[in-house]
T-cell receptor, first 114, second 111 residues
């Protein structure tokens, strides 16, 4: 069962535009929501993360918006650049005594055209 | 620091063969994990470990074994390779906080 649902599967945005990727989760015990960025042939790398005690977190051109009541969170990439072309994964996890695992969405392939 | 090192980068196996994917980290991370990545499926957790001598199953553990004899190493063993195990495998580790560090992956093909 997919614990984190991500959309869209692919996205094409013009340079300078806003890229928006959405995720939804069901498990209310989740308390950590990161986004990972993956370039071809590389492993994913942490981009930005949020905890549910805040509704928004911004780092440079990247912003996470979090809606606890709707159990949804999204990644906004402002002023998108061709170098942002990559696959983006949202994820969610909860803390537990046995260690917690990240549950990933299926990924969004972003292409930013010049 | 080298970070998380995976070997080999590429491997081709025949159905029924066994092999071990190696993973080592030099960051003194207590948590290590293995994911597989398949097109349209995202990253799925195979096994994880919260410290030497402790391992547990993830979402898709069947056909794979792990052990954790040292903090640094977390090998993934394919017991009898099947075409369904054709995938890209990522090892990842972290310490304390939530940031997960990934290796560069092993691309495995099972014919």
């Amino acid at each position: 069962q997919q614990q984190v649902k991500q959309s869209p599967q692919s996205l094409i945005v013009q340079k300078g535009g806003i890229s928006i990727i959405n995720c939804a989760y069901e498990n209310t015990a989740f308390d950590y929501f990161p986004w990972y960025q993956q370039f071809p042939g590389k492993g994913p790398a942490l981009l930005i993360a949020i905890r549910p005690d805040v509704s928004e977190k911004k780092e440079g051109r990247f912003t996470i918006s979090f809606n606890k009541s709707a159990k949804q969170f999204s990644l906004h990439i402002m002023d998108s650049q061709p170098g942002d072309s990559a696959t983006y994964f949202c994820a969610a996890s909860r803390n537990s005594n046995s260690g917690y695992a990240l549950n990933f969405g299926k990924g969004t392939s972003l292409l930013v055209t010049p | 620091n080298a970070g998380v090192t995976q070997t080999p980068k590429f491997q081709v196996l025949k159905t029924g063969q066994s092999m071990t994917l190696q993973c080592a980290q030099d960051m003194n991370h207590e948590y290590m994990s293995w994911y597989r990545q398949d097109p349209g499926m995202g990253l799925r957790l195979i096994h994880y470990s919260v410290g030497a001598g402790i391992t547990d199953q993830g979402e898709v553990p069947n056909g794979y074994n792990v052990s954790r004899s040292t903090t640094e190493d977390f090998p993934l063993r394919l017991l009898s390779a099947a075409p369904s195990q054709t995938s890209v495998y990522f090892c990842a580790s972290r310490r304390g906080g939530e940031k997960l560090f990934f290796g560069s992956g092993t691309q495995l093909s099972v014919l």
